[in-house]
């Protein structure tokens, strides 16, 4: 079956911009996370998603925002572009989501550069 | 901030070898879990261990949890080139992931 998938694959954008990323999780995985990556802070919880529903958000400011729709597919959206924000937003599904025992699938990533 | 800590940061060996890397953590856990990046690519997920197991093998990837110590091991047997990537452990409590810094793995041929 197909994998997760993520859209775009790399992004530039300018300071003070604002940018969507989009995330397809397995079909029939329900829970839909999203994590950023960068060499400094290393991999980060931004949040998570079950059934349309934002269950868990990390240590991140309220530029950060995402949405799941009733296909379980996610955007994120980062509004007011800082150059700290440059990194790669990874997106991982599971079938289920809290006090499960199932590994996460991750999709490639979306590379953001902000310049 | 990053709940695991890994040892060592950096590893290079020659293909055939043995590679153990270690993970530390600080709070209760449902499982952990080790993953594997290839030169910033997506995160594939190699191996998960249950709070309640103590060690588990995967082909030639095996995994051990002391939670008494709050500490797990990944060892790969007789290394690939092919296995040269960053190792990353991941706490699984409740519904998110919280990763430690990684190992960089250099397999030499």
């Known amino acids: 079956k197909a994998g997760v998938t993520q859209t775009p694959r790399y992004l530039i954008k300018t300071r003070g911009q604002q940018v969507t990323l989009s995330c397809s999780p397995i079909?029939?995985?329900?829970?839909v996370s999203w994590y950023q990556q960068t060499p400094g802070q290393g991999l980060q919880f931004l949040f998570e998603?079950?059934?349309?529903?934002?269950?868990n958000k990390g240590n991140f400011p309220g530029r950060f925002s995402g949405r799941q729709f009733s296909n379980s597919r996610s955007e994120m959206n980062v509004s007011t572009l800082e150059l700290g924000d440059s990194a790669l937003y990874l997106c991982?599904?599971?079938?289920?989501?809290?006090?499960?025992?199932?590994?996460?699938?991750f999709g490639s990533g979306t590379r953001l550069t902000v310049v | 901030s990053q709940q695991g800590e890994e040892d060592p940061q950096a590893l290079s060996i020659q293909e055939g070898e043995n590679a153990t890397m270690n993970c530390s953590y600080k709070t209760s856990i449902n499982n952990l879990q080790w993953y594997r990046q290839n030169s910033g690519r997506g995160l594939v997920h190699l191996i998960l261990i249950r709070s309640n197991e103590r060690e588990k093998h995967s082909g030639r990837l095996r995994v051990t949890l002391d939670t008494s110590k709050k500490s797990s091991s990944l060892l790969i047997t007789a290394s690939r080139a092919a296995d040269t990537a960053s190792y990353f452990c991941?706490?699984?409590?409740?519904?998110?992931?919280?990763f430690g810094e990684g190992t960089q793995l250099t397999v030499n041929p």
């Open positions: 079909s029939g995985h329900r829970s």
């Open positions: 998603y079950f059934s349309e529903t934002q269950r």
């Open positions: 991982a599904s599971t079938p289920s989501g809290t006090g499960h025992n199932y590994g996460y699938t």
């Open positions: 991941a706490v699984n409590s409740g519904s998110r992931l919280t």
